[in-house]
C-alpha cells in the first residue's frame, strides 16, 4: 500500500526541473494554475504563452486520460505571469502519488505564491445542481487517510515541516473575495461552497459510498486536488480551489443515472 520510496524525486531534482523551464521562458509566475478534467480551456487564454507539452519536461510524468491535454504553459492573464497545468496527474494512472504531486513542488521552486486549482467532481449535496460551482473551504483526503499520502517518506525541511498544519489549507481571504466577485458579477445562484472529498478511482462511488461521503460531510466527490493542496501548503503556497458540479452523485436506489467519464469532462 506504501509508495515505494525511492520513487520521490529529491530537492536536487525538482530544482533541476525547474531550473530547466526558467532558463527557456522569461515569465516568472507569481500564481500557478491547475486544470481539471475538461476544463483546460483556461489555458488557452494565457497571452504570450510559451507552452512545454509533459513529456518534453525532465522528471515529469504524463497524462494519460481523455480530456487532459498534458501541457505546461506559461503566460500572462490579466497581465499578471503564470504557469497553468493543461491537465493533471491522477492516482488512478497508476504512478506514485509523490510523483503525481511534483508539479506543487516544481510551482514553488519557480517562484509561484498562489496555487489555484479546479476539478470536476460528482455533487454529494442535495442542494447543488449541475453547472454548480463549489468554492472548496476544506477537503476529505480519503487516500491519505488509506497511508498513500504524498508527504511519506523521508521530509526535506527545504520544502517544509515534517509535521505540516492543514486547518488552514483553503485561504480564507481568497474563498471570500471569490464570493464577493461572484456574487458582484451574479453568480449567486450557481455559485456554492463546501468540503470536497478526494478518493482514488477509477470506478465511480456506489450507492452506498456516495451516501456515506454525505453522512461523513462531504459536499462534492472527485478523484484529484486534495494530494495536490496538501503538498502545496506543506511547502507554503497558498491555495484557492473550485469544483465544477458536472454530476449529481446517485444516492438513491431507484435512480436510472450513472456517472460517466463523458459527462464529466465535458464530451
Ligand atoms: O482532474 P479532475 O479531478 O477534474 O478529473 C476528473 C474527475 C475525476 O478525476 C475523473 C473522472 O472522470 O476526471
Same mark, same amino acid.
Given at each position: 500500500?506504501?509508495?515505494?520510496?525511492?520513487?520521490?524525486?529529491?530537492?536536487?531534482?525538482?530544482? =533541476?526541473?525547474?531550473?530547466?523551464?526558467?532558463?527557456?521562458?522569461?515569465?516568472?509566475?507569481?500564481?500557478?494554475?491547475?486544470?481539471?478534467?475538461?476544463?483546460?480551456?483556461?489555458?488557452?487564454?494565457?497571452?504570450?504563452?510559451?507552452?512545454?507539452?509533459?513529456?518534453?519536461?525532465?522528471?515529469?510524468?504524463?497524462?494519460?486520460?481523455?480530456?487532459?491535454?498534458?501541457?505546461?504553459?506559461?503566460?500572462?492573464?490579466?497581465?499578471?505571469?503564470?504557469?497553468?497545468?493543461?491537465?493533471?496527474?491522477?492516482?488512478?494512472?497508476?504512478?506514485?502519488?509523490?510523483?503525481?504531486?511534483?508539479?506543487?513542488?516544481?510551482?514553488?521552486?519557480?517562484?509561484? &505564491?498562489?496555487?489555484?486549482?479546479?476539478?470536476?467532481?460528482?455533487?454529494?449535496?442535495?442542494?447543488?445542481?449541475?453547472?454548480?460551482?463549489?468554492?472548496?473551504?476544506?477537503?476529505?483526503?480519503?487516500?491519505?487517510?488509506?497511508?498513500?499520502?504524498?508527504?511519506?517518506?523521508?521530509?526535506?525541511?527545504?520544502?517544509?515541516?515534517?509535521?505540516?498544519?492543514?486547518?488552514?489549507?483553503?485561504?480564507?481571504?481568497?474563498?471570500?473575495?471569490?464570493?464577493?466577485?461572484?456574487?458582484?458579477?451574479?453568480?449567486?445562484?450557481?455559485?456554492?461552497?463546501?468540503?470536497?472529498?478526494?478518493?482514488?478511482?477509477?470506478?465511480?462511488?456506489?450507492?452506498? &459510498?456516495?451516501?456515506?461521503?454525505?453522512?461523513?460531510?462531504?459536499?462534492?466527490?472527485?478523484?484529484?486536488?486534495?494530494?495536490?493542496?496538501?503538498? =502545496?501548503?506543506?511547502?507554503?503556497?497558498?491555495?484557492?480551489?473550485?469544483?465544477?458540479?458536472?454530476?449529481?452523485?446517485?444516492?438513491?436506489?431507484?435512480? &436510472?443515472?450513472? =456517472?460517466?467519464?463523458? &459527462?464529466?469532462?465535458?464530451?
Amino acid at each position: 500500500m506504501f509508495p515505494d520510496l525511492n520513487t520521490g524525486f529529491t530537492y536536487e531534482d525538482c530544482k =533541476a526541473t525547474a531550473d530547466w523551464l526558467l532558463a527557456q521562458t522569461d515569465v516568472r509566475p507569481l500564481v500557478g494554475i491547475v486544470c481539471g478534467s475538461g476544463l483546460g480551456g483556461l489555458a488557452d487564454m494565457l497571452k504570450d504563452q510559451v507552452a512545454f507539452n509533459y513529456k518534453d519536461i525532465p522528471n515529469f510524468p504524463q497524462s494519460t486520460v481523455h480530456g487532459h491535454a498534458g501541457r505546461l504553459v506559461f503566460g500572462t492573464l490579466k497581465g499578471r505571469d503564470c504557469v497553468c497545468m493543461q491537465g493533471r496527474f491522477h492516482l488512478y494512472e497508476g504512478y506514485p502519488i509523490q510523483k503525481i504531486t511534483l508539479p506543487m513542488r516544481i510551482f514553488k521552486l519557480l517562484g509561484v &505564491e498562489t496555487v489555484m486549482l479546479t476539478n470536476a467532481a460528482g455533487g454529494l449535496n442535495q442542494d447543488f445542481k449541475v453547472g454548480d460551482i463549489m468554492i472548496i473551504k476544506d477537503h476529505l483526503n480519503i487516500p491519505g487517510f488509506a497511508g498513500n499520502h504524498p508527504l511519506v517518506g523521508p521530509n526535506d525541511e527545504r520544502f517544509g515541516v515534517r509535521f505540516p498544519c492543514m486547518s488552514d489549507a483553503y485561504d480564507r481571504e481568497l474563498q471570500q473575495l471569490a464570493m464577493d466577485v461572484g456574487h458582484e458579477l451574479g453568480f449567486t445562484d450557481f455559485l456554492r461552497e463546501g468540503v470536497y472529498c478526494m478518493l482514488g478511482g477509477p470506478s465511480f462511488e456506489t450507492i452506498a &459510498e456516495c451516501r456515506m461521503l454525505s453522512k461523513l460531510g462531504a459536499d462534492a466527490v472527485g478523484m484529484s486536488t486534495a494530494h495536490e493542496v496538501v503538498v =502545496a501548503r506543506h511547502c507554503g503556497m497558498r491555495v484557492f480551489a473550485l469544483s465544477l458540479i458536472t454530476n449529481l452523485a446517485v444516492m438513491d436506489y431507484d435512480s &436510472e443515472e450513472k =456517472a460517466n467519464h463523458e &459527462e464529466v469532462s465535458g464530451g
